[in-house]
């Protein structure tokens, strides 16, 4: 079992970065799978960003390609998402999610494959 902690949201202008951090509890933090997910009022919550549990593997959505990088330090237990050119409709609460995953190479992308979950991280763009 793992518990997550999500952290560095805030409120930017756009143009500005932020780093978003996921903070694991466990020692077998290195074999999950991590990915991050975000959500605004009325609206489901869409994947943002996958790394697989080496970090060799990592996968984004479209509209953040570019712009965003998924990062691991399996020695911090600690999963980053770095986020430049922030844009307004970057704005939502930011979610980080793990699912057992050992020696898997690709990222899993599916929202219903987590099932360990942070309690979110509000990430707010000014124009």
């Known amino acids: 079992q793992v518990q997550l902690v999500e952290s560095g949201g805030g409120l930017v202008q756009a143009g500005d970065s932020l780093r978003l951090s996921c903070a694991a509890s466990?020692?077998?933090?290195?074999?999950?799978?991590i990915g991050w997910f975000r959500q605004t009022p009325g609206k489901d919550r869409e994947f943002v960003a996958a790394?697989?549990?080496?970090?060799?593997?990592?996968y984004y959505l479209n509209s953040v390609k570019g712009r965003f990088t998924i990062s691991r330090d399996n020695a911090k237990n600690t999963v980053y998402l770095q986020m430049t050119s922030l844009k307004p409709d970057d704005t939502a609460v930011y979610y980080c999610?793990?699912?057992?995953?050992?020696?898997?190479?690709?990222?899993?992308?599916?929202?219903?494959?987590?099932?360990?979950w942070g309690q979110g991280t509000q990430v707010t763009v000014s124009s």
């Open positions: 790394i697989n549990w080496s970090g060799e593997s990592s």
């Open positions: 999610a793990a699912v057992w995953a050992p020696h898997e190479v690709v990222t899993i992308r599916r929202i219903q494959d987590y099932n360990y």
């Open positions: 466990g020692r077998t933090f290195s074999s999950y799978a």
